[in-house]
């Protein structure tokens, strides 16, 4: 089956102007200023005025639920796969967090299949905040080596009180399982660090890498936009070859509490030198907001996978000069991170990944993972070997 996508503006996640996008089943096959019609059957979408992006890889779910921190009233529930659909994450990456105790890697195993069986290109982390590390095997490394969906580790937890307070040996350690684990398989191996308010930031990590021949780019911390402190860290960090992660869901009380808006970050470390290529944001969908009326914790609400759309949205509202570097950040430099070279990308031999995105309101009017719509554009037949796509 071939697609053609004609006219649109393709970010590739860089902004490269309209061009043609052809499709053959789940893969890109051309991309040029004007792809000819050969006759050959095929769907062609006019998509002019519209946006063509890679799909979003959203580097921290919590597709199974997270929370519980409060007790078992704050648990939050499952993320249903529309829920994906309709944000365009076509990659979400999938971790237990705090709690590997009422929640397991079998059920988020299941989980990530069962987005897979609907159209998803949906990954999983092994562990959870706890060390040792939870796993399906038995072994860190030979569920990397045996399970094709688990690309990494994480997110384990430093500088959290809720943390398992992990020596530098003991973090070295699980970062050691993962490489080899991704080494023996052909993936990065990654180990997604949740990093919390605790004063040290990042410095576990550092204490990890000193004295090991691990890369840096093995730990991939999250939450850097927590504090200003661990934000400066962060740009070090991602200066010195890391990604680092800004989380884009929040409350006005983290806010008030010193967290950095994640645009706000963005940009901050942008221009304090950071590689934009190395910056990411994710959602953490699924995982628990605490609300607070005049200072006491009133309840709960559940981060929304739509929260990179939704930056992507105040960024095309608010920050237009930032909007190259938020699709970036959310499509090929996670993808990176995790070493998914197929992902987040608009070019020949990538995943057919695509969102089709009207840049006057933001809103999404296709998603297509592996080649496959997902929400789908309106189609109109016009020929009996050639169908015309029209955008509404
Ligand atoms: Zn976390």
Redesign the pocket.
Known sequence: MLTLIRNAEVFTPRRVGRRDVLVAGHRILQVADSIPLRGAPLEVIDAAGQWLLPGFVDA?THPCGGGGEGGFGNRTAEIEYSGFVEAGVTTPVGAL?TDSITRSLDVLYGKVMELRARGLSAFMLNGS?RLPAATLTGDVARDLVLIEPVIGAG?V?VSDHRSSQPSAAELRRLAAEVHLGGTLSGKRGTVLV?VGDGPRGLAPIDEALEGSELPRCVFYP??VNRNRGLLQQAIRFAADGGFADI?VSTTEHLIDAGEVPALEALREAIEAGAPRQRLTLSS?AG?SLPLYRDGELAGLQSASPMALLQALRTALRRHPDLVEAVIAAVTRNPADAYGLAAKGRIEPGADADLLLLDPGNGELSGVYCAGRPLLRPAIERTDSNLRQGVMR
């Open positions: 921290l967090g905040y997110e937890a949740h999250t939450h989380t953490d995982g």
